[in-house]
Every structure is written in structure tokens, then in C-alpha cells.
């Protein structure tokens, strides 16, 4: 865990830090007249964690700080977590800063409904920023049992680039005036090839609507109460994994439903040379439309990931095909370790095709960026 | 359909757990050939639980070193096969990687692999035998948990165990059986193993691994034994040399401790992100 925990060590059980220089590059100006930055923007990240236990208490910090030439929205920290947990049998009780994970799809979380995404670092919402929570779980012998209570609500943070045809307004508004981090509770369990969860969900949606402002010319972020019955399974079989979410609840009134249902399907024909090869095809509805959480509405997700060179890179690829708009999107992620503690990272994003009608790709067409970075890690 | 966790964790636990009783050996050299395998079996029952520091070195043809640190720990199982926690530490960009495995005799192995990145628990498939465990030489299928009845046996011949070089000093004077046996299962990788057992003792000082093609593959080494609890032999070095590319991976263990107390509570999915 290298020097920083040897110095460390009497203090902390283990202590670790990753530093990476940044860069962006955006291949088109903005077609929002009011967003006004370099196409070239280069930056620092840092994410520093720690984590020691005392008995059955254990305490775990993760602090998240980014800094960017061009965009004043990515100067910022994050407490990713600062959560003191205990456990005592089957018991165990938590509290804290945390981010958590729901799910099992590997294109969309519908599920994944806890923590505020940070858009910032990473557009496709799969990186969380920190909630401030408490919780109580029992573990069964094949499961786990949890009640989560979230007291504050913590609204998204946007870049001013990728811009969504408009400036996004500082200004939150909330239905009803509510802005609660809400309740949440997950029943998981397993058996043999199974493991499925349940789970409950009502508070402040995470994922505000973007309302147009004829007298602002902004975007102003509204956001609505929700209310979530949540499930996901996955299903293993010798050659297949398949894998499923689904969410219903009420949101405005109105009923919804959303899925995401996929297969998971490893290969190993170039085994010699290509190592953890998989390819995913995941297909996401969701009823809300425009109103939906992400751009897979009625869309299907085609991606592969692979290592090769002994592990020491990694590749993934997603692509996308929207049914309604035809719209397409495509990304691609790289890594390389160079050393123990050097390894490079680039992602590109792409919006290939979007109609005006399908509203959320469509904002991001001359959004299309590459980013790289290079991380010292110890 | 079992899946890596234990040649790394057998080192600390022993090779094999999971002792089936009823030998389906015909002839006398395989009838010898299961004998010895029962007795290796048998020699690391009743451990109860056991942990281990790892360093983990992947040479390239070139030489070029990298270098992975991990925990291990077991807990003995000897009804469905011992649960193992295989945890990450260094390079620091994977500390809190783990892999958690449930073994199960009548069906497929429960894994779970813990992403810290996003605190993602995933539950991951048991097909991919024959790939390499994080780019070692290792497979997932080395890593395996031993049952008896996963191979059949051959007895093949008694030689002195200095022959190997790398146990020249250390097995000077001891008498090695050497067993093959055959994989039962389909995806396995391998043909056949060779095994060189320490008579005296049941050290597994060496396993020579044939491909499907029938061509010697992988040789297992292991060297540096000691006595733990006045009961269990264990290396302090484990090398296994691809003898078809030159890449070779060496396992170095460290703070081996036994009956530690750990529990079913440590070896919970849910305990992965502890």
C-alpha cells in the first residue's frame, strides 16, 4: 500500500491516495451562445482514503477534489464518505457520508437511486457523490435485510460543459416546495444461481427535470418527489448471465415503470491474449419519456469490455440505439497501468446521430469530448 | 463449476477440504494413486480458520516485474468446502478489491467480486477456468478448492524429491510418489497433473500441468515449508513457470496465523465491503 500507509500505519490501518493530472477536449464549440470556455481545458484530481477499526466500529473517509482550467462548475470537493459502522452478530448499524451501490446492469442503474450523481466527474451517472445517511441492516444467512434513512438532499451539480442547449440555472425549484432526502429500505438474497433484491425508495428524485425559462434563457432544475418500488435479479447460468431492474412507482401523479434487461455473455476465444472478454446487451425502458431518468427511454445498450496485455489494460465500449429517435451514442474507455503506481486513462464520448424530438441526446450533439488522464496512485 | 480461491488460500489451508469417502478406483496403481491423494486430503483437516499475507510477483519473458498484494483468508467448511476472502491491498488503485467465494458441492460455486471504486458487489459467473487470475499464471481453476472426486488418479512411481532442483537442499534424503490425475471436469484446462508428494509428510512439492493439447504447460513449485500448530506444513514460496511462454508467477507468503476466530460473518457477502 506503499509509503503513504507505512507512515501511517500506526494511526490508520490503511491509507490511500490517488493523484491525476486531467485534460478535456471538446471537438466542437457549444451551440449554447451563452456558455462561453476553452475547447481545451486541463485540470488536477485527487481522492484521498482512509479507512481504520476499532473492534466492531470502523471508520472510513474518502475525500474527492477536482480542478479545472476552463470550467469554474469543476473546481470543487466532495465528501465521498466519512461513515462511522458497527456490527455486532447479525447487526449492524452505520452512519455517516456513504455512497452505495444498487443494482446489477452494466449500461443503466435504474435502481441505483440513493446517492446524487456526480456529472461532473463522469456524465453517464455511474460515479455518486456522497449522502449523508443512516442505516440499520440484519444479515441473513443468504441475504441482508436494510432501512435507510436520508436526512438532507443534495442537488446536482452540472458542468458548464457538456451544456444541454442552454445554461442550467443555479436556481433549484422543488415540487411542493420538498426537498427531503426521503426513505429507503432493501431486502437482497440469494440462492444457488439467483440473487435478487427488493427494495423502496420515497423522497426527492435525484435526476432533476429541465425546465426551459423563456425569461431567463436557462435551464432551471426541477426537482420532484418520487416514490419507488425497486427490483433486480440476476440469474447465472454455464454460459449466460442474465440479468434484470425494474422500478415502478409514482412521480407527479402518475404511475410509471421502468426496466432494464439484459444478458451478460463471457468469451473466450482469444483467451491467449485477451483476458475477462464480455459482451452485454441490455435493453432499458422506461415509460416516463422525456421525463425519464436517462437517455434510454426505449433503447438498447450494446457494449464489450476486455484486459489484455496481462490485465494491464482495460477497454470498454457502450453503444446505444434509440427505437423512438433513431438517435445513437457511443463511448469508449480506456486504461493502462504503466506501473505499480502509474496508469493512464481516456474517454471518449460520442452523440453519432439525434433527432430534435429525442431532447436529452440531442443537447449533447456538439458536446462530443475526449478526456485523458494520468494517475499516480499510492 | 468451482472458481478461483484456493491454490493461493490452499497453501494456507491445504489443498483440498472437501473429503469424499468413496473411491471409485479400479486398478492397484489407481487405487495407490487416490490413496495418496486421501492422505493429503486428510492431513489439513480440523485448521478451522486460517489468514495470510501475499505477495504476488508476475515476471514477464523479459523479467519485467509487477507486483500484487493481497489477504487471504479461509474458513474450513468440510460439508460444502471452505469459504474463501481473497482481498486486494496493493496497487493501490485495486486496494479493496475482493473476491468472495462460496463453495458448493451439488451445484455451482456462489462468487461475489467487491468493486471499491463504485462499492459495487457483483455477482460474477464460474465458467472461466482456464484464465488467469489477474494476469498471473494462475488460473481460476488453480485456485480451486481440491475435492477428491474432481479427478481420478494414477500412481505412477516413488523417485527421491531432491531430483526437483528447486527442493534439491530442503528434501535432501525424502521420497516423493509421484501421482498423475486427470480432471473430471469439461471446462478444466488441463489433460493431466503430475503431482510430487513428500511421502513423509504429504507435501505437494511439485505439480506439472499438462494443456488439452497433452503438451507440459505449467510446473508448480513449492519450497520454504513450516510447521504450523505442530500440524500443518505450509510454503513460505510458491512459483509456478509457464514452460510455453517464460512467464512465470511467484507467491510469497507472509503472517500465516490459524484459528484466528474468524466466523460465517466474516465470509458474508455483505462483509465485502468491510
Redesign the interface.
Known amino acids: 500500500m506503499g509509503c503513504a500507509n507505512a507512515l501511517a500505519q500506526p494511526l490508520i490501518d490503511t491509507l490511500n491516495i490517488d493523484l491525476a493530472a486531467t485534460t478535456r477536449y471538446y471537438f466542437e464549440e457549444t451551440a449554447s451562445p451563452q456558455i462561453n470556455i476553452d475547447d481545451l481545458a486541463y485540470g488536477a484530481r485527487g481522492e484521498i482514503q482512509a479507512a481504520h477499526r476499532f473492534g466492531p466500529i470502523k471508520l472510513d473517509g474518502k475525500l474527492f477534489a477536482q480542478w479545472d482550467s476552463a470550467d469554474d462548475n469543476r473546481r470543487y470537493t466532495d465528501i465521498r464518505q466519512a461513515k462511522v459502522s458497527g456490527r455486532w452478530g447479525n447487526i449492524s448499524v452505520a452512519g455517516g457520508i456513504d455512497t452505495f451501490f444498487w443494482g446489477v446492469s452494466e449500461s443503466i442503474n435504474l435502481v441505483n437511486v440513493i446517492n446524487q450523481s456526480d456529472i461532473r466527474e463522469s456524465l453517464d451517472t455511474k460515479v455518486k457523490q456522497g449522502q449523508v445517511f443512516a442505516s440499520l441492516s440484519y444479515r441473513l444467512d443468504a441475504g441482508e435485510l436494510g432501512v435507510y434513512f436520508i436526512p438532507t438532499f443534495t442537488a446536482r451539480d452540472f458542468p458548464l460543459r457538456p451544456a444541454y442547449g442552454l445554461p442550467i440555472s443555479e436556481q433549484n425549484t422543488f415540487e411542493d416546495n420538498k426537498e427531503d432526502g426521503g426513505i429507503a429500505a432493501r431486502g437482497l438474497f440469494y440462492i444457488d444461481d439467483v440473487e435478487f433484491a427488493i427494495g423502496y425508495f420515497s423522497g426527492t428524485r435525484r435526476d432533476p427535470l429541465l425546465i426551459p425559462s423563456q425569461q431567463t434563457k436557462q435551464l432551471i432544475p426541477y426537482y420532484i418527489q418520487t416514490e419507488n418500488l425497486l427490483f433486480d435479479a440476476v440469474y447465472l447460468t454455464d454460459s449466460l448471465t442474465y440479468k434484470w431492474e425494474f422500478k415502478t412507482g409514482r412521480e407527479l401523479e402518475r404511475g410509471f415503470v421502468a426496466s432494464n434487461i439484459g444478458i451478460e455473455y463471457p468469451l473466450y476465444v482469444f483467451a491467449d491474449t485477451i483476458q475477462d472478454l464480455v459482451v452485454i446487451t441490455e435493453y432499458v425502458f422506461d415509460d416516463r419519456g422525456e421525463r425519464a431518468e436517462s437517455h434510454g427511454q426505449n433503447d438498447l445498450f450494446i457494449g464489450t469490455k476486455f484486459e489484455f496485455a496481462e490485465n494491464a489494460a482495460q477497454i470498454r465500449l457502450l453503444y446505444s440505439y434509440d427505437f423512438d429517435y433513431a438517435s445513437q451514442y457511443a463511448e469508449l474507455s480506456c486504461q493502462y497501468r504503466l506501473s505499480d503506481y502509474l496508469r493512464i486513462k481516456a474517454k471518449v464520448m460520442g452523440v453519432l446521430s439525434a433527432s430534435q424530438d429525442d431532447r436529452r441526446l440531442y443537447a449533447l450533439k456538439n458536446e462530443e469530448f475526449a478526456k485523458f488522464s494520468l494517475h499516480y496512485a499510492f | 463449476?468451482k472458481k478461483y480461491n484456493t491454490t493461493l488460500a490452499g497453501m494456507i489451508c491445504g489443498y483440498s477440504l472437501c473429503f469424499a469417502a468413496v473411491s471409485q478406483a479400479n486398478t492397484d496403481t489407481e487405487q495407490k494413486g487416490y490413496a495418496i491423494a486421501s492422505v493429503v486430503e486428510q492431513r489439513d483437516q480440523g485448521f478451522t480458520d486460517s489468514r495470510a499475507m501475499l505477495t504476488m510477483e508476475?515476471y514477464?519473458k523479459s523479467g519485467a516485474k509487477?507486483?500484487r498484494?493481497l489477504d487471504i483468508s479461509v474458513l474450513e467448511n468440510e460439508i460444502d468446502g471452505d469459504k474463501s476472502l481473497i482481498k486486494f491491498?496493493?496497487?493501490?488503485?485495486i486496494?479493496?478489491t475482493a473476491l468472495l467465494t462460496h463453495p458448493?458441492k451439488s451445484?455451482?460455486d456462489?462468487q461475489w467480486l467487491y468493486l471499491p471504486e463504485?462499492?459495487?458487489?457483483?455477482?460474477?459467473?464460474s465458467?472461466?477456468k482456464?484464465?488467469?487470475f489477474?494476469?498471473s499464471e494462475f488460473s481460476f481453476e488453480d485456485m480451486t478448492n481440491k475435492d477428491l472426486e474432481d479427478y481420478s488418479y494414477n500412481y505412477l512411481f516413488s523417485q527421491p524429491c531432491e531430483l526437483i532442483a528447486a527442493s534439491a537442499a530442503e528434501f535432501a534424503g525424502k521420497q516423493c510418489d509421484v501421482i498423475e490425475r486427470f480432471p473430471v471436469d469439461k471446462h478444466s484446462g488441463y489433460s493431466k497433473q503430475e503431482l510430487w508428494i513428500d511421502n513423509q509428510d504429504s507435501k505437494i512439492i511439485q505439480i506439472k500441468y499438462f494443456d488439452r493439447k497433452k503438451s507440459l504447460l505449467k510446473v508448480f513449485s513449492a519450497s520454504g515449508f513450516k510447521l504450523y500448530q505442530d500440524k500443518y506444513w505450509r510454503p513460505d514460496l510458491v512459483q509456478m513457470k509457464n514452460v510455453q511462454t517464460g512467464?512465470a508467477t511467484i507467491l510469497s507468503y507472509q503472517n500465516i496465523i490459524f484459528a484466528s476466530g474468524l466466523t460465517e460473518?466474516d465470509f458474508?457477502?455483505?462483509a465485502l465491503g468491510?
Open positions: 463449476m508476475l514477464s509487477t507486483t498484494k491491498t496493493f496497487p493501490a488503485d486496494n479493496g458448493a451445484a455451482s456462489e463504485v462499492s459495487r458487489v457483483k455477482r460474477i459467473g465458467r472461466n482456464a484464465g488467469a489477474v494476469g512467464k460473518q458474508h457477502r455483505s468491510d
